[in-house]
């Protein structure tokens, strides 16, 4: 338990200055997704990644998105369980993390409005729908035409 929080630590320093995997562009959305979730310090499941490339900045910011949600569910949402979900869809990325943890995430706090300005860049839009006791469901739309 105590290396996979300092491998949630490191990840999460990674994410502060603006770092991603190696893997993301060696391999792909899809592999990166994947080496998250079997990181991550809650179990977590990977129930879709697109097979293709995507265009690099939309790969990256996919990327940041699941890594932030996971590491927001391992450190203030005491989840139990994460799924993770990521489709291309009407020329669009559509990223889901889904946790069952304590709900109340605030989209206005700095990790989530850091993201939503990330994914915005982009063209896209992040939502947030957190009730309290509900668990966190995080999507990020990201145009990838």
Known sequence: MVEEFRAALAELRDLARGLHPALLDAEGLAAALDALVQRSPVPAVLTGAPAGRLPAPVERAAWFVVAEALT???????????EVGAQVTGGQLVVTVRDDGAGGADPAGQG???LADRVAALDGSLAVHSPAGGGTVVTATLPCG
């Open 72 to 82: 927001n569910a391992a450190r203030h949402a005491r989840a139990d369980r994460v």
């Open 112 to 114: 989530l409005r850091g």
